[in-house]
């Protein structure tokens, strides 16, 4: 079992350009979430799936949207990428017992 | 508003020594907690959970964690460190019946040999 995959692991991006990060798991977990880590903040929450079909905003969802493309797979997309967006972003999943489980992470910078 | 506090920002112990990272919360109701540890260049690993019951909860890695709801806190410890625990830890938090995890802004350890 592979658990919390993430791509790509390291992404450059100029000012206004677009991507999306990917995220999959193996886990068969219902809720899968997005965050972002930035240094003396901890982790914060930019979006939640508690289910296959339902998204939903966390705390800092400006600037991100999200897809969940079926159980597997929930993807972060930054629409036009801002300096203040240079993060390091974790993708995560939640099991029947509350236990979260997180991805590698994707290390973000943004010029 | 729900949030978690960890009040040191850095802690450095010698190896061998014990450790004590703090952890407090402000939810209106008990909520869940978590501790998570993180090395360098890697996610997030569980070390141990309380939901309710026994307020002391052991974890892996040799850690444990005390709830007191008269302090609203969940401190994690450690009898004695290895140089492998230094790493970032993170107190996190959440509504049992809410699907959002609060974290703490985390507590590096730095272990001396």
């Known amino acids: 079992n592979a658990g919390v995959t993430q791509t790509p692991k390291f992404q450059v991006l100029k000012t206004g350009q677009s991507m999306t990060l990917q995220c999959a798991q193996d886990?068969?977990?219902?809720?899968m979430y997005w965050y972002r880590q930035d240094p003396g903040m901890g982790l914060r929450l930019i979006y939640y799936?508690?289910?296959?079909?339902?998204?939903d905003k966390g705390e800092v969802p400006n600037g991100y949207n999200v897809s969940r493309l079926n159980k597997r797979e929930f993807s972060l997309r930054l629409e036009s990428a801002a300096p203040s967006q240079t993060s390091v972003y974790f993708c995560?999943?939640?099991?029947?017992?509350?236990?979260?489980?997180f991805g590698p992470g994707t290390r973000l910078t943004v010029l | 508003a729900q949030s978690v506090t960890q009040p040191d920002i850095h802690i450095t112990v010698s190896e061998g020594a014990s450790l004590e990272l703090r952890c407090n919360y402000s939810?209106?109701?008990?909520?869940?907690l978590f501790w998570y540890v993180q090395s360098p260049g890697q996610g997030l690993q569980l070390l141990l959970k309380?939901?309710?019951?026994?307020?002391l909860v052991q974890g892996i890695k040799g850690f444990e964690a005390e709830f007191k709801r008269s302090q609203s806190s969940f401190n994690l410890r450690k009898p004695s460190v290895h140089w492998s625990d230094a790493a970032e830890y993170f107190c996190?938090?959440?509504?049992?019946?809410?699907?959002?995890?609060?974290f703490g802004a985390g507590t590096t350890v730095t272990v001396r040999a």
């Open positions: 309380y939901f309710s019951g026994d307020t």
């Open positions: 886990m068969n977990h219902n809720s």
């Open positions: 995560a999943t939640l099991s029947l017992n509350n236990e979260q489980f």
């Open positions: 799936s508690a289910s296959e079909g339902t998204t």
């Open positions: 996190a938090a959440r509504r049992s019946n809410d699907y959002k995890l609060s």
């Open positions: 939810y209106g109701a008990t909520p869940y």
